[in-house]
């Protein structure tokens, strides 16, 4: 899978592969306005926090462009670019590669685009540093597995390769160079809701990778860790605070503490640029609640409401390492 085939920028908007209808159709979305990208990053057709840093950048290159074709002045397109950056509040790369686009506008339109797609092509560079950094570090923190055949199985949660990050990804990235270096038995996937994210997207980029996998409910997970059938979980972060509270998927926090009833690695895998050194701790980190019907159709009835939230927060001392594309954090705050 390309970083291409994912996002691009082709002549002033923004194509991009639509998430919600991933595994069963591929469709990609031609989005000119900025009412079509809020909606395509709160339906989360476009998710994944450094690919939401990416396509942030290029939404404020798209809102400059339809400025220019409407006639807006400073003020208008001060607030469109406001909310693309205040679209999803929970992962921290949308807002800071939003702001650091807008900061180019008064050197016009070329050198908007010119920085936003230089953030899509940072994401894929930082995506294979991290890779590599994270297989190593597991392969020594895991020695030779539970098998005793230096093949490791991961643990996952929801969907942290190119269709989230670009490039390998994260956590999804980690677990594609373990498989390159012939050190992967196989991974358990998590479906992830809401959404069914890991379900529809995780088995769907593992499968194209040609990865062994099987696919677990949810609830499921911390007995199958419990049970020995991981040698470590790996996830992602939308938000990783100063003091190492990660804010992740919901379900996350519950993967953490099987991990460390299991006594196997629970690892983080992020950039650094979803380390906020401006967010002291989990606590205040916004989670965000996302539409009930998304957890109530079809199985409830009319008018049940939901505590769908989407993201939780794990404790920093859950947190065995969070990999980063530059180094590993084994204890100690996060920030620099």
């Known amino acids: 899978m390309d970083t291409l085939d994912v996002l691009t920028w082709r002549d002033g908007h923004i194509e991009a592969l639509d998430q919600t209808v ?3 159709q591929v469709r990609v979305l ?8 809020i909606e395509a990053i709160t339906t989360l057709a476009v998710r994944g926090a450094p690919l939401l840093g990416a396509v942030g950048a290029l939404g404020v290159a798209l809102a400059v462009g339809q400025g220019d074709r409407e006639g807006w ?4 397109l001060d607030a469109e670019v406001k909310r693309i950056a205040d679209a999803r509040p929970t992962a921290v790369n949308l807002r800071r590669e ?6 180019r506008i008064p050197r016009g339109r070329a050198a908007v685009e010119a920085a936003a797609l230089a953030v899509a092509r940072f994401a894929d560079e930082v995506s294979q540093r991290l890779s590599r950094r994270g297989a190593g570090w597991l392969r020594q923190a895991c020695g030779g597995g539970r098998l005793g055949d230096g093949k490791l199985s991961v643990h996952t949660h929801c969907n942290t390769g190119a269709l989230a990050c670009l490039g390998w990804g994260t956590a999804l990235g980690v677990i594609r160079a373990l498989h390159c270096d012939g ?3 196989h991974v358990i996937v998590d479906e992830t809701r809401p959404l069914l994210q890991g379900a529809r997207l995780t088995c769907w980029e593992l499968g194209q990778l040609g990865i062994e996998h099987r696919l677990a409910c949810d ?3 911390p007995f199958l860790i419990s049970q020995g059938m991981a040698d470590a979980v790996v996830v992602g972060a939308d938000r990783v605070a100063a003091n190492g509270d990660v804010a992740n998927k919901i379900g996350t926090y519950s993967l953490a503490l099987a991990a460390r009833e299991a006594g196997i690695p629970f690892v983080v895998a992020a950039p650094e640029s979803t380390l906020d050194a401006a967010t002291p701790s989990g606590a205040a980190i916004p989670i965000e609640q996302r539409p009930d019907d998304e957890v109530t159709v079809p199985a409830a009835p009319a008018g049940t ?3 769908n939230l989407a993201f939780d927060i794990t404790p920093r001392a859950l947190v065995t390492a969070i990999v980063t594309e530059e180094r590993v954090i084994t204890d100690g ?3 620099r």
């Open 98 to 103: 939003v702001l650091a686009a807008a900061a």
């Open 333 to 335: 705050p996060v920030a």
């Open 183 to 185: 050190a992967l038995s």
């Open 30 to 37: 031609h989005i000119t306005t900025v009412d079509q990208l």
């Open 305 to 307: 409401r939901a505590l």
């Open 22 to 24: 991933l595994p069963h």
């Open 219 to 221: 609830g499921a997970a």
């Open 73 to 76: 002045d400073r003020a208008r």
